[in-house]
């Protein structure tokens, strides 16, 4: 293969086909580090941060609120498509 030809290939990455698969994987290893807490003693600070589960909770929701915050900042911050063209 020659290198112009593997340059107009896709990377494995952006081809659809693997997108299912690396979610898959994903959630695997999501579910892994989740399930391994039974085998390894967390050590919190606070006592609650040692329940099952706490810090895989903590970081969807944690994630999830930085996307609403980023949305609503979005919406208070957006300006019309013609702002900078207006006539003053």
């Not at 290939?9 to 659809?16: D, P, V």
């Not at 085998?39 to 969807?60: C, K, P, Q, R, T």
Request: proline share 1%; glycine share 6%.
């Amino acid at each position: 293969m020659n290198r112009n030809s593997r340059s107009s290939e896709q990377h494995w990455l952006y081809r659809r086909e693997n997108h299912k698969k690396l979610w898959w994987l994903f959630g695997i290893i999501l579910a892994a580090t989740v399930v391994v807490q039974v085998a390894i003693h967390v050590h919190g600070h606070f006592g609650f941060d040692e329940w099952f589960g706490f810090n895989a909770l903590y970081g969807f929701l944690t994630c999830a609120i930085m996307v609403v915050f980023a949305k609503v900042v979005g919406f208070l911050l957006k300006r019309p498509e013609d702002y900078y063209n207006r006539d003053v």
